[in-house]
């Protein structure tokens, strides 16, 4: 008979989560602590990770929080060591922290650019490279990269963010090939429309125009919710996922 816990559950092993404050890192990380993981949280700052962490502590379970800036250099390689000598090993990376900017190529500021590169490809090389080898070493790990439906189908008004999204899951399909070997798989999780409140202002200020945008952007009309990416992370996260390496999955409503 197969044992559910066996594939998904978690216990025993240790999972970052970056962008963990709100939104679809939060959820992941619920979700993964309720499978057994012991759970990093981070935001850009310590104190924005306080009602996640309180939020997990109040289930009894074991969850350390972190603040760090990964728009700055060397902020990547740093979070990986804390969360290491905090919890003991990192199994888990989830590489949910991100930086969008809208706007067309035209009207991209070099701030604006230098900001999406730094958070969403440079500070994922410094994790990468961090952890990577640690995880190999003890012949498992998992790396999953929150992408985008913008990395395959970008839209000129997220012209950088969707190009650092695909330059992205270029980086996690090269590390996949190397350590595929070591037990250690990456994967990417690309969302369609989420609703989160990096789109919040947009639907307050205008919830007509936002509810006929979600209804024409996906074959579901709708926008997705945070809580179900978690099924898919949590996938991407355990045994269950022991064949697959270097691979997209698209949670998009139909696109």
């Known amino acids: 008979m197969t044992d559910l816990q066996d594939i998904f559950g978690l216990h025993g092993r240790t999972a970052l989560v970056t962008g963990s404050s709100r939104g679809i890192g939060a959820a992941i990380a619920q979700g993964l602590s309720a499978a057994g993981a012991t759970v990093v949280v981070h935001g850009q700052t310590l104190s924005a990770t306080d009602a996640i962490r309180e939020s997990l502590q109040l289930t009894g379970r074991k969850v ?3 603040g760090a800036d990964l728009s700055m250099r060397g902020q990547g390689r740093e979070l990986i060591e804390t969360a290491e000598n905090l919890a003991g090993q990192l199994d888990i990376l989830v590489v949910n922290a991100s930086a969008q900017v809208n706007a067309p190529l035209e009207a991209l500021t ?3 650019l230098d ?9 994922t090389v410094e994790m990468l490279r961090t952890c990577l080898p640690s995880m190999a ?3 498992w ?3 999953v990269n929150i992408g985008s439906i913008n ?3 970008p839209k000129s008004v997220v012209t950088a963010y ?3 999204k695909a330059a992205q899951h270029n980086l996690i399909q090269s590390q996949a090939r190397d350590y595929a070997r070591h037990g250690v798989l990456l994967n990417t999780l690309a969302p369609g ?5 990096r789109n919040a202002q947009a639907k307050a200020s205008d919830p007509a125009a936002w509810t006929r945008y979600a209804e024409q952007l996906n074959w579901m009309g709708r926008a997705g919710e945070a809580q179900e990416m978690v099924g898919a992370a949590l996938f991407l996260s355990s045994n269950a996922c022991s064949f697959m390496t270097g691979e997209s999955i698209v949670l998009s409503g139909g696109y």
């Open 64 to 66: 350390y929080a972190l």
């Open 110 to 112: 070099d701030d604006d």
């Open 115 to 123: 900001f999406q590169l730094n958070v969403n490809l440079r500070s």
């Open 137 to 139: 070493t003890r012949g």
């Open 141 to 143: 790990g998992r790396v």
């Open 151 to 153: 990395q395959l189908r």
């Open 162 to 164: 969707a190009a650092t």
């Open 193 to 197: 429309l989420i609703d989160t409140d």
